[in-house]
């Protein structure tokens, strides 16, 4: 089942059920889901400005030097 279809479907449920229960547990499932969705975009809005000019501009030095060089030879 395609992933749209799968989430129609469970809409479907949620709307036919009366059961508290149910209801809180799927509440809860989706705040998780919802929390570390959030953590996770967290995590690396928690990196900027870690670095000082002289690390960030090394860095760019080296990704200079290693990435950005085209060699003609390495498409044959």
Same mark, same amino acid.
């Given at each position: 089942?395609?992933?749209?279809?799968? +989430?129609?479907?469970?809409?479907?449920?949620?709307?036919?059920?009366?059961?508290? &229960?149910?209801?809180?547990?799927?509440?809860?499932?989706?705040?998780?889901?919802?929390?570390?969705?959030?953590? &996770? +975009?967290?995590?690396?809005?928690?990196?900027?400005?870690?670095?000082?000019?002289?690390? &960030?501009? &090394?860095? +760019?030095?080296?990704?200079?030097?290693?990435?950005? +060089?085209?060699?003609?030879?390495?498409?044959?």
């Amino acid at each position: 089942m395609l992933p749209e279809s799968r +989430k129609l479907h469970i809409i479907e449920a949620v709307l036919k059920t009366d059961n508290d &229960a149910t209801l809180k547990a799927i509440e809860a499932i989706v705040e998780k889901n919802d929390h570390e969705s959030n953590h &996770a +975009k967290g995590r690396f809005s928690d990196l900027l400005g870690t670095l000082t000019k002289e690390e &960030a501009g &090394a860095m +760019k030095q080296v990704i200079e030097e290693s990435f950005e +060089k085209i060699n003609p030879d390495d498409w044959k």
